[in-house]
């Protein structure tokens, strides 16, 4: 049988920001580096190495630091030639493989994330595509979330949503998901539902920022009222996916960090620098002496 291919992806960064504000007033949270590389070139670098060759930005007006990122910058790399930073140079270049092409999108009112969506959908077309939401960092190791998701489409030609256990108080801020008793980290999902309370909560499996759609949603979407907290909501679009089509979850191995709050970030900024070949070893010396010295070891 003829392996479905996925080659194009939608990166939704037309959010405001807003629990990074002041930061996020002019430049956009996907930039916000990691160490080195700001959180939309890890979702990009996940998304490439997954197979994807089209990639889809759905921008807002403050998020053109974006586009140029990843536009070459001819300035920069004479004068880094000039200067003999080859290194550097190369680094820059790298950015983007040749092979793989960008549009961009805008969302003039961020009116959700499923609003987000539909935005791309003249460009993603009657194909399944997936979505990435570069605020998700998900460290999987040796593994690649996004590959897993797509072995899973290509053996049942359905969507799957990354999804990833969560602490009960912590329901109330995801899209949660209904799974068979005896869940073994895959499956079919049978509902999905935005927000829940605890208590009526139908798990403790929050869908996290991956996502492969069929073009099927897009239908869904259309169909869509505003939900929780007046926006478009793409967990409301999947659950109504699933009465014309199977859905899938995936629960992927490794770490996800939450970089649209303070502390996801700063989180994830540790553990990067503490893997980073150039700060590795000045990182754990540095938080050694840090915690004696304002004794906060807990
Ligand atoms: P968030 O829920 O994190 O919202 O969006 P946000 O606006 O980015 O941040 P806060 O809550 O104000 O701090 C999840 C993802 O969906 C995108 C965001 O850019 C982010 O990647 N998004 C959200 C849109 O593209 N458009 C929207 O209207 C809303």
């Not at 912590?170 to 999905?192: P, R, T």
């Not at 970030?265 to 620098?273: C, G, N, S, V």
């Amino acid at each position: 049988m003829k392996k479905l291919k996925i080659k194009k992806a939608v990166f939704p960064v037309a959010g405001m920001g807003t629990r990074f504000l002041p930061a996020t007033k002019a430049n956009p949270k996907e930039m916000l580096p990691v160490v080195d590389k700001p959180l939309i070139q890890y979702a990009v670098e996940e998304a490439i190495a997954a197979g994807i060759t089209e990639l889809i930005f759905v921008t807002s007006n403050s998020k053109r630091a974006i586009e140029d990122h990843f536009d070459s910058n001819y300035e920069l790399e004479v004068k880094l030639e000039t200067q003999q930073k080859y290194a550097l140079l190369q680094t820059v270049r790298d950015i983007l493989p040749a092979n793989i092409r960008c549009s961009y999108v805008r969302q003039h009112d961020p009116l959700g994330l499923g609003h987000a969506i539909a935005c791309a959908q003249h460009i993603v077309g009657e194909e399944a595509f997936v979505v990435l939401l570069a605020d998700d960092l998900i460290d999987s190791g040796s593994a690649n979330c996004l590959q897993e998701m797509i072995t899973i489409y290509q053996q049942t030609s359905a969507s799957v949503v990354a999804v990833q256990a969560v602490q009960a108080a912590d329901v109330a801020k995801y899209g949660i998901v209904a799974v068979a008793e005896g869940w073994q980290g895959c499956g079919e999902i049978f509902d999905i539902v935005e927000k829940p309370e605890p208590a009526s909560a139908p798990s403790k499996l929050a869908a996290v920022g991956r996502y492969l759609l069929t073009p099927g949603i897009f239908s869904s979407l259309a169909q869509v009222s505003a939900g929780k907290g007046g926006e478009i909501q793409l967990t409301d679009a999947i659950a109504l996916l699933l009465a014309q089509e199977k859905v899938y979850g995936y629960q992927f191995p490794g770490i996800r960090y939450d970089c649209g709050n303070k502390m996801g970030y700063l989180k994830a900024t540790i553990a990067y620098a503490l893997k980073h070949p150039e700060i590795a070893d000045q990182m754990k010396e540095y938080l050694s002496q840090f915690s004696t010295e304002n004794e906060i070891i807990t």
